[in-house]
């Protein structure tokens, strides 16, 4: 079902036998629990495939860019084809929120039981729309199945300030639990005027049992400090609870 097309809207039949429907301004399409709505879209009839994108507008800036909704999720994108037959997308450019981060991909393919190829994809917690700092993903796939969501990923390498870094991956596996597990701590990027470039709190989530935890982390600067913090929590509702934490830190300022 289309809806919008505030300034106008098109048919073009021609002698040929293709048939495609232009929609301009503030349009929708809406099916099953598909949401996709932006400033333009051409549909081709026969094809059952829709293409959308934004339009300057008197100024130049780009505005109604496509945004698609499926469910909880949302996906921002400068512009998509998709096939209502096949179910399936191609995307270019698109921004969506997983978990605490952000994740880029440049060229991407929905695949009919959702799950998403990425090629040239960044993850960050930056929510700027041109990330101060990212994990830069050569290849990725989030996969959506019956036990829950899964991101794997190729060769991988930390990025700051559009500067590439040593740290690097050659591959990574990130499940999404719905409660508490073992795994790797992500850590924040950033700069100081007195110890440089850091990248804080990467290391090691441990889960013991039910009532106990262990977080292992450390803290890295480029002019030669660095800090290790080792945290553990216990907790047994209506008994007890504490923490007990452990910090070393060697601290060198300036040249």
């Known amino acids: 079902i289309f809806s919008g097309g505030r300034d106008s809207i098109v048919k073009d039949f021609d002698v040929n036998g293709r048939k495609m429907i232009y929609y301009y301004g503030d349009v929708k399409v809406t099916y099953g629990d598909l949401e996709l709505s932006s400033e333009y879209m051409a549909f081709d009839v026969d094809s059952k495939t829709v293409f959308a994108k934004g339009l300057p507008d008197t100024s130049g800036q780009m505005i109604g860019q496509?945004?698609?909704?499926?469910?909880?999720?949302?996906?921002?994108?400068?512009?998509?084809?998709?096939?209502?037959?096949?179910?399936?997308?191609?995307?270019?450019?698109?921004i969506t929120q997983e978990a605490e981060g952000f994740l880029h991909g440049t060229y991407i393919k929905k695949m009919p039981d959702n799950s998403i190829n990425i090629a040239k994809g960044k993850y960050t917690t930056c929510d700027h729309e041109h990330p101060h700092f990212y994990l830069k993903m050569t290849t990725a796939k989030v996969i959506n199945g019956e036990d829950g969501q899964k991101t794997v990923f190729g060769p991988s390498y930390?990025?700051?300030?559009?500067v590439p870094t040593p740290f690097a991956l050659p591959f990574g596996?990130?499940?999404k639990f719905g409660g508490r597990a073992s795994g790797i701590l992500m850590p924040t990027y950033g700069e100081e005027a007195a110890r440089g470039f850091f990248m804080r709190g990467i290391g090691y989530y441990f889960v013991f049992g039910d009532h106990f935890d262990v977080a292992a982390t450390g803290d890295i600067y480029s002019m030669g400090s660095w800090a290790g913090q080792l945290?553990?929590?216990?907790?047994?509702?209506?008994?007890?609870?504490?923490?007990?934490?452990?910090?070393?830190q060697n601290d060198q300022s300036g040249e």
């Not at 921002?76 to 096939?83: H, K, L, P, T």
């Not at 399936?88 to 698109?94: E, P, S």
């Not at 930390?158 to 559009?162: G, I, M, P, R, S």
């Not at 907790?235 to 007890?240: F, G, L």
């Open 158 to 162: 930390v990025v700051l300030e559009d």
């Open 231 to 248: 945290n553990a929590r216990y907790n047994k509702r209506y008994k007890y609870n504490g923490n007990l934490s452990i910090a070393y």
């Open 66 to 94: 496509p945004v698609m909704k499926q469910g909880e999720k949302q996906y921002e994108m400068e512009s998509v084809y998709y096939n209502f037959n096949t179910e399936k997308a191609k995307i270019k450019n698109m």
């Open 173 to 175: 596996f990130v499940p």
